[in-house]
């Protein structure tokens, strides 16, 4: 830059000129409340990287312990590591400071006891304040993971009236402190100046690190699940709103229905091929590194889980949903039908998760890859199951906030379930078979019957002069929005369990187990009645607003629960399936 | 690559020194001294200048012409005669060089349908009358504008008229009408009393002014929603521009403009270099006026002047003079399109018709005309400010004006800074950042 001039001071006049003008100084996003973390806090920082600075002089970085280290890796490598010593322009450590605690570690830094930091590996062993010390360290002396200790130092305090001692140890390739502690005094770290501006200790940049912007190289990598939003896994293809049959169904199900991957480098028709289970699986289809800082901004927006176009449309054909004529119309809907629909569901889904075979015992010769299949396939079902039984719950809470004084908890199975427009079926205890499956698949459908039953409720809580209290609306928008995961959960299963359906005898995934009689399946339905008991005494006491009470009842039923499970999982090492109910033997 | 020397200009008040960065007509208060230490830089050192200023990026006007611009704004020979003789006009007595004829309602009707079909709701589009002498046509002028008003109202566009008359053919209903529809009139005029008489004689040789003062009065009278501007040619033969200015502002003008003449169908009154430096002379004494006017908190409406502030301190910058052939298309008598008022019936400027819009020749135009092709436009520090010249003085009669524009514009920019500094309130801001 040698042909440079001096850098002039030049004012800018017109409205051109000051609009053009890069000022110098800090941008305005500076300010944590101007930035785009007013709306998505999280987003423009991470605040693991103000606590690296929150000791004078020194800068850490929290270190977590190595999934799988190789084993000439130095030992004891995660904990609060020293990175550097920093004190030159440290604004808390100014050479001229009258303070004595200042000029004390000032001479600490520049002198043998920087020296000694600048040799090896440094970790904080313990902090102390107000009287408080921690060690970070378990009893058989393993050092804390470095995320834990980030924990603790985020609640030391800052402030003239609370110094804060630290200790400093070195460890060497083996793991073992091979000389003596480094003691120092000072105060916590200010990370905000009372304007609410950041300190000037901090780098330009330096808040944003570790974080994965779209146009970086991390961003293909992340799997953080903090920002689904900004990078889901799985998606489903832009479908035309023509292209829908009249039942709701896409004429193309196939095309509409196949999650794919989001990354997926092939962006044309043809690349359009259902993602695969596992990230290691898809991994070659993806966007390459080199690609993604070019690539970033073709990754199409994703808008209720389906890839849009340059511009998102709503669907001009979507039936619109009338509320209820009254709101009496719509608990008597939700006692009746809602409520205990979710209750069938949940037990069907059930039955089926106890139809899986144990990964444990999984035939892996013949079949390399049943038990991870099966236990994606079994923790999947029991996700779903669980969901179900959350959406009974939502309902409950419906009816209580609707009807106070006249609740009574519905937790009876209905006997049938819907079954495309107006038509039902007959509840049913199967295994999860390949028709099993697909029923599942269409009872959960996006824009199926489920997907819709809780619209009308939408609609109708929606009315503001009849609800004027927001939080039913947003409650039934939830279970209304909810139901897309189950699809999902379901359509992948499908995929992962095909192949073992060779037509011949029970597929390999599968327990044969048939319903039980109710002598057989006593312990499990004793339990199962003590669920419903417990899960009726706690709604009734929510609804009365004795939360506590209620909490009593709810951890009950969470421990029945599990005794459930094992019960279940023995019946079904027998073949025997639980008779929650006994017709409908399938 | 433009040399670094062409993207900036100095210039200095009482407030200190000063530049104009060209790209983006930015304005900027720099250290004493600037000037002459840029200008003892060699090449090299005055990139890296500039760029030490942030002037270096992506420039705020490019090379690409416009696309698919639509048209919004028309003007329509309505009467392609005048009962004038002006020595000097552009449309050669009205008549533009072909034969004298009215135009036709179902060209002026399907010139509205033009603006129409181009203009999404909400759009504003444009009507101007010219001529010849627009009101020989009167019929049409009122048949059209109840018409554009119908239409702009039928597809939630609004609609702005203006009419450049002699003056001459007013009538005192004129006003209401004119009134009534928010027109913008241009009387043209060429000085007061017997100058104005000498360059603006009616066919019979005999004078124009005193009949037109006594004409244009109801109208001035009756501004409120319209607006009643001046437009003064200078020819050698007016030269004395103060005076003028101030007599007409007495009169209760909503606006008065001066142009020079620099091109006339018979070389007749065109101003030489001599005259262009006279007539900077006296542009400068009146925006003194303007200035005193401007400190004291008066309006004076002095619209060279008014128009120049304004865009100087918005930054305007542009890559053409004038919107012709842009947005703005001269329309004949008999439904011809050219690029504007001036080039109707000259082949150089004939890009379709109002039937069937503008044609390809629109979009060779755009390429030609920007600046950025001109030469010596192309390094000229005035070229956004100015965009290069009338396209019908250019291509006519070339550049003779250049020193003027640059003369007037480098004034202007100093009494920017002046005003800018004494009056931030008459650009609409309550303070203005401390200068250097
Ligand atoms: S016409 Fe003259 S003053 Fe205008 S930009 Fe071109 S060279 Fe400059
Ligand atoms: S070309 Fe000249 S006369 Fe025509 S609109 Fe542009 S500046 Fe005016």
């Known amino acids: 830059m040698s042909d440079q001039p001096g850098q002039i001071r030049v004012t800018p006049r ?37 606590d690296r600075r929150f000791f004078p002089g020194l800068v850490f970085n929290a270190v977590r312990v190595p999934l799988s280290p190789v084993p000439e890796a130095p030992k004891n490598a995660q904990g609060f590591h020293l990175v550097f010593v920093d004190y030159f322009y440290d604004p808390m450590l100014p050479d001229n400071s009258p303070e004595g605690w200042v000029q004390t570690l000032l001479e600490a830094y520049s002198g043998d006891i920087g020296a000694k930091l600048s040799q090896g590996r440094w970790f904080l062993s313990w902090v102390e304040q107000s009287g408080k010390r921690i060690t970070f360290k378990e009893e058989d002396g393993t050092p804390y993971d470095g995320l834990m200790i980030w924990r603790f130092i985020r609640s030391l305090e800052h402030g003239d009236d609370k110094p804060v001692s630290i200790a400093l140890e070195r460890r060497n390739h083996e793991g073992i402190v091979d000389t003596e502690q480094v003691v120092l005094h000072g105060f916590r770290r200010q990370y905000r100046t009372e304007a609410g501006v950041f300190s000037e200790a901090y780098d330009p940049g330096e808040l944003t690190q570790s974080l994965c912007n779209p146009w970086s190289h991390d961003f293909r990598d992340c799997g953080c699940h903090y920002w689904p939003s900004n990078h889901p896994d799985v998606v489903m293809a832009e479908v035309a709103h023509d292209d829908q049959l009249p039942s709701g169904q896409s004429k193309n199900p196939i095309e509409a229905e196949t999650y794919l991957d989001w990354l997926r480098s092939d962006k044309s028709p043809s690349g359009n091929v259902a993602a695969l289970n596992t990230v290691e699986q898809n991994r070659p289809y993806q966007i390459d590194h080199y690609q993604v800082n070019q690539m970033w901004s073709e990754l199409p927006i994703v808008v209720e889980g389906r890839e849009t176009g340059e511009v998102y449309e709503v669907d001009p054909e979507m039936p619109g949903v009338e509320p209820y004529d009254t709101p009496e119309d719509m608990v008597k809907d939700l006692k009746t039908r809602l409520a205990a629909m979710e209750m069938t569901l949940s037990l069907q889904y059930l039955y089926a998760y106890f139809s899986l075979a144990d990964p444990e015992t999984a035939d892996t010769q013949k079949w390399p890859t049943l038990k991870d299949d099966l236990i994606f396939a079994r923790r999947s079902v029991l996700e779903v199951a669980i969901g179900e039984m959350t959406h009974m719950r ?44 697909a029923d599942f698949i269409e009872i959960e459908r996006p824009g199926g019957f489920i997907d819709r039953a809780y619209a009308q409720c939408v609609a109708t809580l929606e009315q503001e002069d009849l609800f004027p209290e927001r939080r039913l609306y947003a409650l039934a928008v939830r279970i209304d929005t909810d139901g897309d995961e189950h699809f999902l959960r379901f359509s992948q299963m499908k995929d992962v369990l095909a192949k073992y359906d060779t037509g011949e005898d029970t597929p390999a995934y599968l327990r044969p187990i048939e319903v039980g009689t109710e002598a057989q399946a006593k312990t499990a339905l004793d339990l199962y009645a003590k669920v419903k008991d417990g899960l009726a005494k706690a709604y009734t006491l929510e609804a009365e607003g004795q939360f506590e009470e209620s909490q009593t009842y709810i951890q009950q039923v969470r421990d029945d629960m599990k005794l459930f499970r094992d019960e279940g999982e023995a019946l079904a090492a027998k073949n025997i399936g639980i008779p929650f109910w006994t017709e409908g033997k399938a | 690559m433009i040399p670094p020397a062409a993207q900036v200009h100095f210039f200095d008040s009482q407030h200190g020194d000063h530049m104009l960065a060209v790209d983006g007509s930015r304005v900027f208060d720099v250290p004493a001294g600037t000037a002459d230490q840029f200008a003892s830089m060699d090449q090299p050192g005055q990139s890296a200048f500039l760029r030490s200023m942030g002037l270096d990026g992506a420039p705020f006007i490019d090379d690409t012409p416009p696309q698919d611009m639509p048209v919004r704004s028309l003007s ?91 003056g001459t053919l007013l009538r005192p209903e004129d006003a209401a009408f004119f009134e009534a529809h928010g027109f913008a009139v241009t009387i043209s005029l060429d000085g007061v009393g017997e100058v104005h008489d000498k ?37 050698p033969q007016n030269m004395n521009l103060p005076e003028t200015l101030d007599r007409f502002v007495g009169m209760g003008f909503h606006s008065i403009g001066f142009s020079p003449m620099l091109a006339s169908p018979n070389g007749q009154h065109e101003l030489d270099r001599n005259d262009l430096d006279e007539m900077l002379a006296q542009m400068i004494r009146c925006g003194e006026v303007f200035e005193a006017a401007v400190m004291q908190g008066r309006r004076y409406p002095f619209s060279n002047m008014a128009a120049a502030m304004q865009e100087i301190h918005r930054g305007t910058h542009r890559p053409y003079a004038c919107g012709a052939g842009g947005g703005y298309f001269g329309v004949s008598a008999d439904g011809g399109l050219f690029a504007c008022h001036r080039f109707v019936e000259d082949e150089a400027g004939a890009m379709g018709d109002v039937y069937d819009g503008p044609d390809l020749r629109r979009e060779n135009w755009l390429a030609d005309r920007h600046v950025h092709t001109q030469s010596p436009c192309n390094t000229c520090w005035a070229r956004y400010l100015c ?39 008459y650009f609409g801001a309550p303070t203005l950042a401390a200068s250097a």
């Open chain 1, 394 to 437: 939502w309902a409950n809470q419906l009816l209580w906030e609707l009807e106070p004084d006249d609740y009574e908890p519905i937790l009876t199975p209905s006997e049938t379930l819907p079954a495309g427009r107006c038509k039902t079926q007959p509840r049913a205890l199967r295994p999860l078979t390949a028709e099993a499956l």
């Open chain 1, 14 to 50: 017109n409205l051109t000129a000051r609009a053009a003008y890069k000022v110098p100084g800090n941008p305005g996003n500076t300010r944590l409340d101007g930035s785009v973390g007013n709306c998505f806090p999280g987003l423009e920082m991470d605040v693991r990287n103000l």
């Open chain 2, 199 to 235: 360059l603006r004689p009616n066919r019979g040789g005999r004078g124009s002014f005193d009949t037109i003062l006594k004409r244009v009065e109801p109208l001035l009278a009756a501004q409120h929603r319209m607006q009643v501007g001046a437009r003064v040619t200078v020819t």
């Open chain 2, 387 to 425: 965009g290069g010249g009338c396209h019908h003085e250019v291509i006519h009669r070339g550049r003779p004006a250049c020193d003027y524009i640059r003369g007037w514009l480098h004034y202007c920019l100093q009494a920017y800074v002046r005003l800018s500094e004494a009056r931030p309130d």
């Open chain 2, 76 to 166: 329509l020979a309505v009467a392609q005669k005048c009962n004038l003789a002006c020595t000097y006009c552009y449309a050669a007595g009205g008549e533009f060089g072909g034969p004298a004829r009215n135009m036709e309602w179902e060209v002026a009707k399907a010139s509205v349908n033009r603006l129409v079909a181009e203009a999404e709701p909400g759009v504003r589009i444009n009507l101007a009358y010219l001529g010849g002498e627009p009101l020989i046509n009167r019929d049409l002028v009122q048949r059209t504008t109840d018409y554009a008003v119908e239409q702009a109202q039928a597809n939630g566009l609004s609609v702005g008229f203006s009419i450049t008359t002699n």
